[in-house]
């Protein structure tokens, strides 16, 4: 079974610009996650997504947003963005909402300058 | 608002010495308990769960971990490390969402 595929792996934007990167699930898992990692703030929850519709949300801007596509793949979408929104983009899925075994994807590099 | 503390940033031990890595969490309901690890180069991969029932957990490669309610932990362990387990290893609680320690980096000395 593959495992969580995230795109693209690496991506350099400018202040400003936005950015939206891609998550697909592991095929049957319904629920999607994405966290932020950097070295000063580790792993933080930014949103989850299952059905479609985003269930939880954590202490990000309004900048940082998301949706779910009906063959649970994902979005995350960053506007205007800053130079402390450069980190690890992680998306995890697992097969139902709330259920937290999570599986993590690769990540997504992001760097702003 | 819950939160999970690693107070071991960085753990260098020798091949074969014994692992504690300890994680406290602050919450006062049920919560789920998870360990995750990174190796270098690679996902965060889940090492074991608690979710319910008995409070010493046994996850892949050897590591264990135990839930103490009292003193809201859940410290991993392995008896015997090897150099393979060089990695950065996170505590994380959560039930609808999962909120992560900042990660302790173990190296292992050949």
């Known amino acids: 079974k593959a495992g969580v595929t995230q795109t693209p792996r690496y991506l350099i934007k400018t202040r400003g610009q936005q950015v939206t990167l891609s998550c697909s699930p592991i095929?049957?898992?319904?629920?999607v996650s994405w966290y932020q990692q950097t070295p000063g703030q580790g792993l933080q929850f930014l949103f989850e997504?299952?059905?479609?519709?985003?269930?939880n949300k954590g202490n990000f801007p309004g900048r940082f947003s998301g949706r779910q596509f009906s063959n649970s793949r994902s979005e995350m979408n960053v506007s205007t963005l800053e130079l402390g929104d450069s980190a690890l983009y992680l998306c995890?899925?697992?097969?139902?909402?709330?259920?937290?075994?999570?599986?993590f994807g690769p990540g997504t590099r992001l760097t702003v300058t | 608002a819950q939160s999970v503390s690693q107070h071991n940033h960085h753990v260098i031990l020798s091949e074969a010495a014994s692992l504690e890595l300890g994680c406290n969490y602050s919450?006062?309901?049920?919560?789920?308990l998870f360990w995750y690890v990174q190796y270098p180069g690679q996902h965060l991969q889940l090492l074991l769960k608690?979710?319910?029932?008995?409070?010493l957990v046994k996850g892949i490669k050897g590591f264990e971990a135990e839930f103490i309610k009292s003193k809201f932990s859940f410290n991993l362990r392995k008896p015997s490390v090897q150099w393979s387990d060089t990695a950065e290893y996170f505590c994380?609680?959560?039930?609808?969402?999962?909120?992560f320690g900042t990660g302790t980096r173990l190296t292992i000395i050949p």
């Open positions: 608690y979710f319910s029932g008995d409070p």
């Open positions: 997504y299952f059905s479609e519709t985003q269930r």
């Open positions: 994380a609680v959560g039930l609808e969402k999962l909120t």
């Open positions: 919450y006062g309901g049920t919560v789920n």
């Open positions: 095929s049957g898992h319904r629920s």
């Open positions: 995890a899925s697992s097969l139902m909402a709330g259920n937290n075994e999570q599986y």
